[in-house]
Every structure is written in C-alpha cells, then in structure tokens.
C-alpha cells in the first residue's frame, strides 16, 4: 500500500513538473534561434552610403597669412575666400535602411541621408543602385528614399509597435562599423521614451546591440515584422552599452504615407502654447500633483480659441488619453488628424471640464502668432518689491524683439538676489498677466504690483521671443 502511494506520489510531481516545463515553454521565454525572423526580414534591409561636399577650414595653414606679402599672392590666385577655406572634399557616411514598399522605398534617418549629394544603397545580395531623397522630417529624425531602377523590389512587412510589450524578444539588423547585414537581438526594455530629441519622441528602448552604421535599420519583432526604426544610442565610447532606441514604426508608417502621397509630414493642431507643470504652479492653479499641461497662450482663431479654450486651462486627457507631460499632449495631437473632433479634459480654476475640439493641420497653420492687443507706449518704472525694471512695450520695441505682441510691459533689467532673479525672469521678457489678471501698460502692472504683501504667492504670464510661459514666485517675506 505504501509502495503505491509512493508511486503515485511520484507521478503526481513528475506531472507538475512536466506542466511547469510546458507552461515555461507556451511563454516562448528563450527561442530556439534568431534564424527564422533574420531571413524574412534580410532580404530588405540594406546599407546605405551618402556622399557629402564638406568646406574645411584653412587654420592648419593660418601661420602663412601672417605674412603680407605671402597674404597677398594667395588673395590673388584664390580670393580672400580661399583664405579661409580649403578646397570642397567629398566626405562618405554609412547607414542602414529597410525597404517598405515593393516600388522601391526605404525608410531610414533623416541624419543618414541629409546634405548627401550622392546616395549609394547595396542590397543583400551585393548589388548596389542609386537612390534618390523623397522626403525627411526632421523632427523624428526620419527620411524615405526611393531605388532607381524599375524592378519588384522585396519588401519588408510592417508591425504594430502598439502591441509590443515590454520584455518582448526583437532583432536588430543593419551594417555597425560597416559591417553589412548584422543581425543582434535583445528584448524591449521600455517603451514612450523621452530622450530630448524632439518634440514627439516616444521611443522604443532595447538592449538589442545597436551601434554607428545601424541608424535606419529596422528592430524587428519575432514574426520578422518591423516595429521600429533604429535611431540613436546611449553611449560614452561611441559603442553599445545595451542602451539602444527605435522610432515605433506605427508613427513612421504615417510620415512615410504623408510624404510618398502629399510630399509634406500631415500633424495635427490646436493652436497653444503649452508649458509643464511644477509644484508652484500646481499650487497657484489648484491642483493636487503636476500632472498635465498648462496652456500658455492661445493662437487667435485657431481651432482651441474657436473652441473656448483658455490660457491657464490645465489639459488632462485628450481623447481619453492621459496627457502627464508637455511631450504627451503633442505626441497625441500630432497623431490626430485634421477635422477630426476630439474631447479634452480640462482643469480650470479648479472645476474639470470637457471641451470638443476640431483639429486643424500644422502644416497650414505656420505662421499665425498669438492673442495679440494694442498697449500705450509711456515711461518707465522700477518695481523694488520684485526686483524689476520695466517700460511699457512700444512698436519699436516689439519689433526689435521680433514679436508682433504690442500689449504688456517689457522687463529692462532684474535686480541681482531678486525674486525675479530667482524666478527666471530675464531682460526682454514681456510681462503679459500678473496673478491672472491681464496687464496691458507699466501703470496697470504698478497698480497690480502694489497690492501683494510680503509672503504672497504670485503667477506671472510672460512672452519669451516665440513662446509664452507662466512663472511662479513667492513675495519674500519682512
């Protein structure tokens, strides 16, 4: 009796072991090879190699214009120009890139491709052709170039970076150093990125060896599908150090449709200007953390004027979305598309509110300028209680500045040790709102001035050459 239930004891472990290994398996936690997902996708990836002209300066050979006489035989036979510079060279880069579309576009970075006179892309099979720029956008750091040649070309199948998770197994391919066709894996360490490359960064991040020479190669999930556009690393030799980040290709697949079918990069827009939220202007806009966008200024008659938004209003959420930073709010309504309505969610003066907007197009909207009013040119004043200097904002004024605001008062200097000073108030700032209250000349700005006491907290609205920001500070106290 006690001979069977030892064996049936055993099988009982030995069935929870087997189940264990199974479900370790069904995970897919180690592959078996990388071979499968390499061969789909190598076909289509190639290198890319760019030709720029580049002007050197003349210095190594300054010493010899010391002499007049020497200075004047070269100004003669080169110019003074040829004094300066020496003759045009041809410099060469390496990149890497992934054929899209079987007509012959590849996606790769703006940074691989930009200034090249000539761009040279050699195939798996060795064969090279030459190339032609379509388009880039720069501010994501992506580029489509097109093959000459009239042929089918093999063409890489696009995924959906959404649904990739973090700790899921990818492939990076491209040509590092040069060295053509290298396949390196690793896994999705994170993802939404910001590294400060742009406005819209939202990267894949990856331990998967990405080095110089793969910028434009493709990361690849475990279907051979491309989800990501590899860009830039985090390094202090120049090497790998298992920090690697990708554009997700669902934001280059709709740049790469915007500019092979319009020639122009289609974001959408609202017309603000927004800033981050820290505590103290948390505190001044009555809010229980920092998350979400402040609106700094509202473009006269764009689409968030039109719609009733308000400078102060403090964005939550677009579309459903939450929105916690500077970088999400223009991530999401850059994906939005023209004359699509979408709901904020807004904080104002404490009450949350939904608000529908219809979404303009950015690339029509260049060019518009802010809310702007007529102010009275008068003298000037010294606030001691800030430690500000300021006149009131003339035509000449605003046009050295290179504004077309004509209403505030103009900050001349800041006082050394000042709140102001402290603040981050600079000369030249215009001074738009104090304590939201909307400041017009030097003698509405002195009477509002006048009324805080020391220990007050105080909100100051302020245009800053071509964007519009709040500054908190508090009235040291006696």
Avoid: C
């Avoid at 060279?89 to 970075?109: A, E, F, H, P």
């Avoid at 690393?233 to 449709?257: D, E, Q, T, V, W």
């Avoid at 677009?318 to 709901?343: C, I, M």
Wanted: charged residues 25%; glycine residues 10%; hydrophobic residues 40%.
């Amino acid at each position: 009796m006690k001979k069977t239930l030892g064996i049936t004891a055993g099988l009982l472990i030995l069935a929870s072991i087997t189940a264990a290994v199974s479900a370790v398996a069904g995970t897919r936690m180690v592959p078996e090879s990388f071979a499968d997902v390499a061969k789909k996708i190598s076909p289509a990836v190639v290198n890319i190699s760019t030709v720029r002209i580049v002007r050197q300066p003349f210095s190594s050979r300054q010493w010899m214009f010391n002499d007049p006489s020497t200075q004047e035989f070269f100004e003669h036979f080169f110019g003074p120009r040829g004094l300066r510079e020496m003759p045009a060279q041809k410099s060469t880069s390496l990149g890497s890139g992934v054929i899209v579309d079987k007509r012959g576009y590849v996606l790769t970075n703006s940074h691989v491709v930009e200034k090249g006179t000539e761009i040279l892309v050699k195939l798996k099979d060795g064969k090279e052709y030459q190339a032609e720029v379509v388009g880039t956008d720069p501010k994501t750091d992506l580029a489509i170039i097109k093959l000459n040649g009239r042929r089918t070309w093999p063409a890489a199948e696009m995924g959906d970076s959404d649904k990739v998770r973090v700790g899921d197994w990818v492939v990076a391919l491209g040509s590092p150093f040069g060295l053509e066709q290298t396949v390196t894996a690793g896994i999705i360490s994170a993802k939404g990125r910001t590294i400060g490359q742009g406005p819209y960064d939202n990267f894949l991040q990856t331990d998967a060896s990405i080095n110089p020479g793969n910028s434009g190669g493709p990361l690849v999930n475990m279907q051979g599908q491309v989800i990501g556009i590899n860009t830039a690393i985090f390094s202090r030799s120049g090497g790998s150090l298992g920090i690697g980040f990708a554009i997700p290709i669902n934001m280059a697949a709709k740049i790469y449709r915007d500019i092979v079918n319009t020639g122009v990069v289609h974001r959408g827009w609202i017309g603000v200007y927004i800033q981050a939220l820290t505590p103290e202007l948390a505190r001044h806009f009555k809010l229980k953390n920092t998350k979400g966008v402040l609106l700094s200024a509202v473009v006269e008659g764009g689409p968030a004027e039109r719609a009733g938004l308000r400078v102060g209003d403090v964005v939550v959420k677009f579309n459903g979305k939450p929105v916690d930073s500077p970088n999400d709010l223009q991530r999401l309504v850059a994906q939005a598309d023209e004359n699509q309505t979408v709901t904020l969610r807004i904080i104002r003066n404490g009450s949350k509110k939904r608000i529908k907007v219809r979404m303009g197009d950015q690339a029509k909207s260049e060019g518009r300028a802010i809310t702007k009013s007529v102010g009275d040119p008068v003298s000037k004043s010294r606030s001691t209680l800030l430690g500000l200097e300021v006149e009131n904002l003339t035509r000449e004024t605003a046009r050295r500045l290179g504004t077309s605001v004509l209403s505030g008062v103009v900050v001349k200097a800041v006082q050394s040790g000042s709140p102001a000073e402290a603040a981050g108030i600079s000369p030249g700032d215009i001074i738009r709102e104090v304590n939201r209250r909307r400041v017009r000349n030097q003698e509405e700005f002195q009477r509002l001035v006048k009324a805080l006491k020391p220990g007050d907290d105080l909100l100051i609205l302020i245009k800053r050459q071509d964007y519009t920001i709040f500054v908190a500070m508090k009235i040291p106290e006696k």
